[in-house]
């Protein structure tokens, strides 16, 4: 059979046109192990990349004591990883489309788990952030490949929306365990546990993989625009580098100034390269469908604001209230229940409610849990945060699925690996992005308890920003995605 090949700019609201699991002998029923098996293998994989995004933040303070490092270093030991995974996905979409997502699964798994071993061994900041930039492009591979692996295995609509609903809970929960999970490695055993654990799991999933995922491929895929992708790649890095900075060196300083002017010239040569080369890494007429434009803002509005903060947030928890790294991720763990309920209902929800109503609906949600935390103080007890944690992860619970449904319907099978690339690396610049620009507000000397007031003021700035983020994406998301129910 052959599959469709129409633009995700001009898909609206139909499934994507992929051929159905094979027929079983003895007409018995279709019992498609190996689209179980896809499932597993995406979400036992995305659950570990998301855990190296959050899994991480409440092992911070120990890493800065153990390597020596400030509040900057501990910025890059998040930022390595996101940065280099947002400005790789979109080219790794490409390649996954072009040789195969299968093949490019397998390649991801085996390089995200070896830079594991690198971070585990490091010996210095400067290493373990070397380190966290290659997993962060092993990340960038098995990002752009999980939803596109889904769509092949899941044809039917009814069946993909089942998956899709727990690929979200796997998104959201995974981030929201991540600090528990990070305070039981680096209390029971030792920080550098928090990347050794990935290397069975990647290994499982290699295995599992071969054993069962089938390969899918795009026959007309784009070729890889180097040119747009060395572009993009300084860009960020100069924009991240300088927002990271400013604060300790001034904003008019000179090494800042020329970082943030070099940046925004990276960027606008980038959109010209992306304007005029015949296949782009970022075709910027997808653009001018508000579907597509809608969900891409959406995404990087809860990245930049929910997962950004994340990370100041368990900060506090230890630096101020001097909670032990247990202790802070078991604060998460009320919410993250809540979190997988909210994902497992939203199948139902959408029955109901228009996409566009859902991702408006749970913005404002995650606004307010974030505005409830504002009631965290110098002097409070941890049970001050459990309001407003609980009710940002309800809304993120909803987000997750209803943005992954969305992606997947922009897309053919054909295209399913450039729009899960180019949602994932909006996703990844808006965590990249949001952990400089909100670090900006908190006192580089303030960030492991030297001064908790002045913490806690720059924090609350942080949530402030974080809070209009993501009411401007709630928005957004109201007047752009427009698609009908269910």
């Known amino acids: 059979m052959t599959t469709t090949t129409t633009s995700p700019a001009s898909r609206e609201s139909t499934a994507p046109l992929i ?82 997502r299968r093949r490019l699964l397998v390649a991801g798994l085996v390089l995200f788990t070896l830079a594991s071993l690198g971070c585990a061994a490091a010996g210095t900041i400067g290493v373990l952030e070397a380190a966290r930039a290659v997993q962060g492009l092993g990340a960038a591979v098995l990002f752009a490949v999980s939803l596109a692996v889904l769509g092949h295995a899941f ?108 940046a925004a010239a990276l960027l606008v040569a980038f959109v010209a390269v992306e304007a005029r080369v015949a296949e782009p890494m970022l075709p910027l007429g997808m653009f001018a469908d508000r579907l597509f434009t809608g969900t891409q803002v959406a995404a990087f509005a809860i990245s930049s604001s929910l997962f950004a903060v994340f990370l100041y947030m368990t900060l506090y928890l230890q630096g101020v209230l001097h909670l032990s790294p247990v202790e802070a991720g078991a604060v998460y763990l009320p919410g993250t229940v809540v979190m997988f309920v909210a994902a497992g209902a939203t199948a139902q929800l959408l029955d109901r409610l228009s996409a566009g109503v859902a991702l408006c609906g749970s913005l404002l949600v995650v606004a307010g849990g974030m505005g409830l935390s504002l009631l965290a103080g110098p002097h409070s007890s941890w049970v001050v945060l459990l309001p407003g944690t609980v009710v940002s992860f309800a809304g993120a619970g909803v987000f997750n699925p209803v943005m992954s449904g969305l992606v997947l319907s922009q897309s053919d099978s054909a295209r399913a690996g450039l729009a899960a690339g180019i949602n994932d690396s909006f996703r990844q610049v808006g965590i990249a992005l949001g952990v400089a620009v909100l670090g900006t507000f908190v006192p580089a000397a303030s960030a492991f308890g030297a001064d908790p007031e002045g913490y806690v003021t720059g924090l609350h700035h942080a949530l402030l920003v974080s809070v209009a983020v993501a009411v401007a994406g709630a928005v957004v998301a109201a007047l752009f995605v427009r698609r009908p129910r269910g």
């Open 19 to 100: 051929p159905g699991p094979r027929r079983q002998p003895l007409g018995r029923p279709v019992k498609n192990s190996s689209s179980t098996l896809s499932l597993v293998v995406v979400c036992v994989t995305t659950a570990m990349l998301m855990l190296d995004i959050a899994v991480v933040n409440t092992a911070l303070p120990t890493i800065a004591s153990e390597l020596g490092t400030g509040l900057q270093g501990v910025q890059w030991v998040v930022d390595a990883y996101t940065l280099a995974l947002a400005a790789t996905v979109l080219t790794a979409g490409s390649v996954a489309d072009r040789l195969g």
């Open 155 to 262: 044809p039917d609509a009814g069946a993909r929306a089942k998956a899709l609903a727990v690929y979200g809970a796997t998104i959201g929960a995974s981030f929201a365990v991540g600090p528990l999970v990070g305070g039981l490695l680096t209390q029971g055993l030792d920080w550098r546990w928090i990347f050794l654990v990935n290397v069975p799991v990647g290994a499982l999933c290699l295995a599992l993989t071969l054993r069962g995922v089938e390969e899918s491929r795009d026959p007309h895929a784009r070729r890889v625009d180097w040119a747009g992708q060395l572009l993009l790649t300084g860009a960020l890095f100069l924009l991240v580098l300088g927002l990271v900075r400013g604060g300790a060196e001034g904003w008019s300083s000179t090494p800042i100034v020329a970082s943030l002017a070099a």
